[in-house]
């Protein structure tokens, strides 16, 4: 069995008389899988930085941070704001035995700076955490 064919069942609580059969199936096939996925290792990504402005390097506060994570990190997407010292935090967990970053987008949004944007190019998530920093060109009024 290959690692992206594990799958983590989560049984329901309280679940209706009439969905108890399905449960027991799934608890069944829960614990068949079980012991193939069980030595898949739990592996999350950290992924930091801070959004600053150039030239005095401030922070911006509530940045829109969009995260566009690939394939390999199970697809979707992440948006969040900056903290009042322009830092980001998000992680991505899954389960897997190789992890690899490269093809994570990053793209900055504020308001009065032009659009920041950057693909990772690399297979290392960094260690504890991997840091993309931005500094924001401001738009002339």
Same mark, same amino acid.
């Given at each position: 069995?290959?690692?992206?064919?594990?799958?983590?069942?989560?049984p /329901?609580?309280?679940?209706?008389?009439?969905?108890?059969?399905g449960?027991?199936?799934?608890?069944?096939?829960?614990?068949?899988?079980?012991?193939?996925? $069980?030595?898949?290792?739990?592996?999350?990504?950290?992924?930091?930085?801070?959004?600053r402005? /150039?030239?005095? #390097?401030?922070?911006?506060?509530?940045a829109?941070?969009?995260? #566009?994570?690939?394939?390999?990190?199970? $697809? $979707?997407?992440?948006? /969040?704001?900056?903290?009042?010292?322009?830092?980001?935090?998000?992680?991505?967990?899954?389960? #897997?035995?190789?992890?690899?970053?490269?093809?994570?987008?990053?793209s900055?949004?504020?308001p009065?700076?032009?659009?920041?944007? @950057?693909?990772? @190019?690399?297979?290392?998530? $960094?260690?504890?955490?991997?840091?993309l920093d931005? @500094?924001?060109? !401001?738009? !002339?009024?």
């Open positions: 069995m290959r690692p992206e064919d594990c799958v983590i069942v989560t /329901l609580n309280g679940a209706a008389a009439s969905m108890r059969q449960v027991a199936v799934m608890s069944l096939l829960a614990a068949a899988l079980g012991s193939a996925c $069980g030595e898949t290792p739990v592996r999350t990504v950290h992924l930091q930085g801070t959004v402005s /150039l030239g005095l #390097q401030n922070p911006i506060p509530g829109t941070v969009t995260v #566009q994570w690939p394939a390999s990190l199970g $697809g $979707g997407q992440t948006v /969040l704001r900056t903290n009042m010292s322009g830092q980001y935090v998000t992680e991505r967990t899954l389960r #897997q035995r190789e992890v690899s970053c490269e093809g994570i987008a990053i900055v949004d504020a009065t700076f032009a659009t920041a944007y @950057t693909r990772y @190019t690399e297979a290392d998530c $960094g260690s504890p955490a991997l840091t931005f @500094t924001m060109y !401001p738009i !002339p009024r």
